[in-house]
T-cell receptor, first 114, second 118 residues
Framework: DARVTQTPRHKVTEMGQEVTMRCQPILGHNTVFWYRQTMMQGLELLAYFRNRAPLDDSGMPKDRFSAEMPDATLATLKIQPSEPRDSAVYFCASGRIGQNTEAFFGQGTRLTVV | AQKVTQAQTEISVVEKEDVTLDCVYETRDTTYYLFWYKQPPSGELVFLIR??????QNEISGRYSWNFQKSTSSFNFTITASQVVDSAVYFC???????????????FGKGTKLSVIP
């Protein structure tokens, strides 16, 4: 059963520390997304990649967030330095443009910055 | 700009009752996609349905049905004979057909929390 895998599932860190979240998209999917979910803002798109190239990261705070896709099986979202307002659930999703399907979401990484 | 409004923040129903979750969207595009996702207490996002703007046929899948009306920009979701397992947050989303990410670039509503009481 193909699924998007995110690690870690939970992360608690101190303010100022670097946080790296990882995502393994479904094999064969060429588009990867990062969404953030907070109580106040709901689900927001942070960035997305197509064929490993970043297409849009306008939803991401550029000064502290960075998203990369070093290879087709791994996408990363890094926060440096982390702040309490970054506490949220971060979802990765993948899909294949050209196929009439939905985007598949991972189970999310719940980040708490204290 | 794309916008999705789910006016119902929380709904409680007694098991076996029918319940309709409302979704109103705004877009200037003529081609777009509409989705419903379910988020159970465990936290994952579960896909329920995808509909493109040219297909206004209503759809039924078991106890679930969807009513798409372009004239009112609405895509409402009805659960018939609700069950406790239907308790979750339900999100309506609008997909951008013109982005480089196909229909996968989603604008989500704030969600409706459904509680089904036994």
């Amino acid at each position: 059963d193909a699924r998007v895998t995110q690690t870690p599932r939970h992360k608690v860190t101190e303010m100022g520390q670097e946080v790296t979240m990882r995502c393994q998209p479904i094999l064969g999917h060429n588009t990867v997304f990062w969404y953030r979910q907070t109580m106040m803002q709901g689900l927001e798109l942070l960035a997305y990649f197509r064929n490993r190239a970043p297409l849009d990261d306008s939803g991401m705070p550029k000064d502290r967030f960075s998203a990369e896709m070093p290879d087709a099986t791994l996408a990363t979202l890094k926060i440096q330095p982390s702040e309490p307002r970054d506490s949220a659930v971060y979802f990765c999703a993948s899909g294949r443009i050209g196929q009439n399907t939905e985007a598949f979401f991972g189970q999310g990484t719940r980040l708490t910055v204290v | 700009a794309q916008k999705v409004t789910q006016a119902q923040t929380e709904i409680s129903v007694v098991e076996k009752e029918d319940v309709t979750l409302d979704c109103v969207y705004e877009t200037r595009d003529t081609t777009y996609y509409l989705f419903w996702y379910k988020q159970p207490p465990s936290g994952e996002l579960v896909f329920l349905i995808r509909r493109n703007s040219f297909d206004e046929q209503n759809e039924i899948s078991g106890r679930y049905s969807w009513n798409f009306q372009k004239s009112t920009s609405s895509f409402n979701f009805t659960i018939t004979a609700s069950q406790v397992v239907d308790s979750a947050v339900y999100f309506c989303a609008l997909g951008d057909a013109y982005s480089g990410a196909g229909s996968y670039q989603l604008t989500f509503g704030k969600g409706t929390k459904l509680s089904v009481i036994p």
